[in-house]
């Protein structure tokens, strides 16, 4: 993974949680929310939380707890998922790398990441910071895209990207969707001392309102615009319409919904 592709500042956190949140992740934190509130976990450690999408359902599955703790390497991004919970919600916000936690042993019964493990330089010591902070018998609970091929829309997206930038297409694409082996996913975690407990993998048929909102996200609510900006000669937005463009030709004109799939993986720490 390029260290560039974890840098969610400047304007691309709001981008992507309107253009992307709709349709990419609130259906997947609907289900992990879920699956976290089980065994009702009273203190609880979210990882690269990003804009909040799965904080806010997290609050709304557990209720009050004791401990609520919303991490991100990215502050800007924390800014966003802070405006969605009440004064009230008792969590806290702090900017921090999951590869070294500033937590104590056993601080957590349960930590949850959201499309957050993809992004990890160094997913092994990401997953030893986990076990580390989980209490005996805590759970870890998360999820990671599946393939390309299992989310047609990056295809047709990497195709515009390849048509635009024939010599040197911008490749964020391979890092979120880059992680997707559930036998791979499982033997990290078992080298880092995890049980896995449970792996599944979900597919979503997700509506999207608007192609073009849809492709502004894909451009600009991650560091692709950037990417784009640096080589000069091409504006992110002209990429926006020919992204949008090639959307609607493959999907159909809107309303129209995309096919997703990602697993979802329960691991659990040594009793």
């Known amino acids: 993974m390029r260290e560039s592709d974890a840098q969610f500042v400047g304007d691309i956190p709001a981008n992507y949680d309107?253009?992307?949140g709709p349709v990419l992740f609130e259906a997947y934190a609907d289900d992990l929310a879920r699956r976290a509130a089980r065994g009702s976990p009273a203190r609880v450690l979210e990882l690269a939380a990003g804009t909040g999408i799965l904080t806010e359902r997290l609050h709304g599955a557990l209720g009050e707890i004791d401990r609520f703790v919303v991490t991100d390497l990215n502050a800007p991004m924390l800014e966003i998922a802070r405006t969605k919970l009440p004064d009230a919600?008792?969590?806290?916000?702090?900017?921090?790398?999951?590869?070294?936690?500033d937590f104590p042993d056993d601080a957590f019964d349960l930590v949850a990441c959201q499309f957050g493990v993809m992004f990890f330089p160094?997913?092994?010591a990401a997953y030893r910071e986990a076990l580390r902070v989980l209490e005996p018998g805590g759970r870890y609970v998360f999820n990671s895209w599946a393939g390309m091929e299992d989310n047609p829309f990056t295809l047709v997206a990497q195709a515009v990207m390849e048509r635009v930038f024939p010599d040197y297409p911008p490749a964020f694409m391979n890092t979120p969707f880059g992680y997707a082996d559930p036998e791979t996913i499982a033997g990290d975690l078992e080298a880092a001392g995890f049980a896995v407990a449970g792996s599944?993998?979900?597919a979503v048929d997700s509506p999207v309102e608007s192609w073009e909102s849809f492709a502004r996200g894909l451009v600009h609510g991650n560091p692709t615009a950037e990417e784009v900006r640096s080589?000069?000669?091409?504006?992110?937005?002209d990429l926006v319409a020919a992204l949008a463009g090639a959307l609607r030709a493959d999907f159909g004109p809107e309303p129209g919904t995309v096919s997703l799939k990602a697993h979802v993986v329960e691991a659990e720490a040594p009793s």
């Open 231 to 237: 080589r000069g000669g091409t504006d992110p937005d």
């Open 122 to 124: 160094d997913r092994a």
């Open 18 to 20: 309107a253009h992307l």
């Open 200 to 202: 599944e993998t979900v």
């Open 89 to 101: 919600a008792g969590a806290k916000f702090t900017a921090c790398d999951a590869a070294a936690l």
